[in-house]
């Protein structure tokens, strides 16, 4: 792991990298005019996810290092899936994640009366013409990826009767999917995307932003490059998938005789054991799988908060992961390491019980309380100390204590001396147990001349255990996550599954008793911490006033075993 720490920067995605590189030459013979204008193009009909994470990184992240600006430009031409409520968590999210658009918002539906003059200047030019076959038709007649496709019977329209029945379109004459407007290109292709694709569909519903002005909206592959182009973006970055349909964008503005941007792929953010297929994530929230789009164990950004993920670890994490051209697949553990490693330095320590049992000192006087001070953060002194009591009663984890351990065992058991952390040496004298065996409490007797956990004669002990007071503890919700898959790759079911399937049933427990130092009763919701011993840990919005719930973050080491 000591490999992947020395890479870690805490810059996005750095300055060497090919990406950069262009920038850098374009920059050198002034292709730009010395502009650097990127964008972020989100669809909104969903929730960003971490593979997202990466895109921002890279596209605000590269605007950032050239001084240059970034846009957030939702690309909302599809009114069907997409939503308000999508158009303000992806802000929220990327101003979390550290970036900033500043004035540059842009909506692509802002752009719905200039993509029509273009699509009407294109019928003009012979290049565009309305089309009647069905969607199945369409699907039918546009070849495999050794044939070559079959020209539409509607193809050799003229541009009057075209012009005549694009106005109608506009104008809701025709019902949903009576017709399209094609680019008129070139069916024989070697490149499908180029066989005369749909640039425009009938579709009769209301819009988030443009209400109902619209009942025909603009296909992707045709607003995509325009909404690059009306922005005057220079650099365009897109995942690898895009990469054939460059050709049609670069067509497009060609015979619009428009500003051109770059476009440059890069290759997408895969992970195993989760999956980031926006429908996949609608689907495990709307039939409840999980629970909301921030379930701490959903890839979502606010998922991913809500576990107790920085914006600091994630863009190390993309950092870590870098751009390149080739598609590949990261450890979930390295996210989870970069977790670590950023929350190493700033969770605050302290101790809690998640399966307790009591611990009765038998020699402390009853009704006595000490109070000691403890580090909040011993990577971090600015993080100050506290106060945590200390009484006759406490509580210690059931699996601290065993009457007959193992060879090795250095926690309590009976006759063997311990040190209670930031407290005193105890020695284990036994324990009481119920009619069934079970174990009801432990007991031990301290040594008084061991206060604050260490003696000045030299003594060792090889075990320190964690604890709270009983009497002041305070009762916790605790909830400990596993992967939500049990596989490595999900998205690759075997034959009659899906990725459903491979849920783990296992990926959410909740401790309903543990009992946890009073310093947390009332912590900001989100406080990154760390319980001694057991883990990271953070505060859920869930908590109350002296009833907090915990996420577990992530353990104190990688444990995670990969089932094939
Ligand atoms: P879809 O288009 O299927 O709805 P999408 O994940 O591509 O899903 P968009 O809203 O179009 O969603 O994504 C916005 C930007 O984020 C795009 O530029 C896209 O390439 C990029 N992006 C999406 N997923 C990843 C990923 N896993 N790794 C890197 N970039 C990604
Ligand atoms: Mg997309």
Same mark, same amino acid.
């Given at each position: ?399 601290? *204590?065993?009457? /007959? $351990? ?9 006759? #063997?001396? !311990?040190? +209670? =952390? ?114 990271? *840990?953070?505060? /859920? $919005? ?9 996420? #577990?973050? !992530?353990? +104190? =080491? ?7």
């Amino acid at each position: 792991m000591e490999e992947i720490k020395d890479t870690v920067s805490t810059e996005t995605t750095g300055t060497s990298n090919f990406l950069a590189d262009m920038i850098r030459d374009d920059l050198a013979t002034g292709k730009f005019g010395g502009r650097v204008v990127t964008r972020f193009p989100p669809e909104p009909n969903g929730y960003l996810h971490i593979g997202h994470a990466k895109a921002i990184c890279v596209d605000f992240g590269m605007a950032k290092e050239f001084g240059g600006v970034c846009h957030l430009r939702f690309d909302d031409t599809n009114p069907s899936k997409e939503d308000d409520e999508y158009v303000q968590s992806i802000q929220e999210d990327i101003k979390w994640l550290g970036f900033d658009w500043g004035d540059n918002l842009f909506f692509a539906s802002s752009y719905f009366d200039q993509m029509y003059e273009y699509a009407e200047q294109l019928i003009l030019q012979g290049k565009a013409y309305v089309c009647e076959l069905s969607a199945e038709e369409c699907r039918l007649t546009r070849g495999t990826l050794t044939e070559p496709g079959k020209n539409s019977p509607y193809r050799d329209r003229s541009i009057e009767e075209n012009l005549d029945l694009f106005r109608r379109m506009k104008a809701g004459e025709f019902e949903d999917g009576a017709m399209t407007l094609r680019a008129k290109i070139d069916m024989a292709s070697p490149n499908m995307n180029m066989r005369d694709p749909v640039m425009y569909r009938i579709q009769h519903k209301s819009h988030h932003q443009t209400g109902d002005k619209w009942c025909i909206y603009p296909m992707y592959d045709w607003a995509h490059g325009l909404e690059d182009s009306i922005e005057r973006v220079t650099n365009s970055f897109c995942t690898l998938e895009f990469e054939d349909h460059r050709p049609l964008y670069d067509w497009f503005l060609e015979q619009l005789g428009v500003y051109r941007p770059r476009q440059t792929e890069f290759a997408r953010l895969n992970i195993n054991n989760i999956v980031l297929s926006k429908r996949k994530l609608i689907q495990l929230v709307k039939e409840n799988y999980v629970n909301g789009w921030d379930d701490p164990r959903m890839p979502t950004l606010c998922g991913l908060r809500r576990r107790g993920y920085t914006p600091e670890s994630i863009r190390n994490f993309v950092a870590t992961v870098g751009v390149s051209k080739v598609n590949s697949t990261v450890d979930y553990a390295l996210l989870e390491h970069c977790l670590r490693e950023d929350l190493n330095k700033r969770a605050l320590r302290v101790m809690a019980v998640v399966d307790p049992v009591k611990l009765i000192v038998d020699n402390y006087p009853e009704g006595q309380v000490e109070y000691f001070d403890a580090d909040n953060n011993p990577e971090d002194a600015s993080a100050g100390k506290r106060t945590i009591p200390f009484s006759r009663e406490l509580y210690i984890e059931r699996e601290d *204590f065993m009457e /007959d $351990p193992p060879k090795g065992y250095f926690r309590l058991t009976p006759g #063997k001396e !311990v040190r +209670l =952390k930031h407290a005193y040496y105890v020695t284990c004298t036994g324990c009481d147990k119920d009619e069934n065996g079970n174990i009801t409490a432990v007991h031990c007797t301290y040594d008084p001349n061991s206060k604050g956990g260490w003696t000045d004669d030299g003594r060792k002990v090889k075990g320190t255990v964690h604890w709270v007071s009983a009497e002041h503890a305070i009762d916790a919700e605790v909830r400990m996550y596993d992967r939500l898959f049990t596989v490595a790759n999900p998205d690759n079911a075997e034959e009659g599954k899906t990725y459903l399937d491979y849920l783990n049933p296992e990926s959410l427990k909740v401790v309903t008793n543990a009992k946890v130092e009073p310093s947390l009763a009332d912590m900001p919701a989100l406080t990154n911490l760390q319980f001694l011993r057991l883990g990271y *840990f953070n505060v /859920d $919005p869930d908590s109350k006033p002296g009833k907090p719930v915990f996420n #577990k973050s !992530v353990g +104190l =080491k990688d444990s995670f075993k990969i089932t094939k």
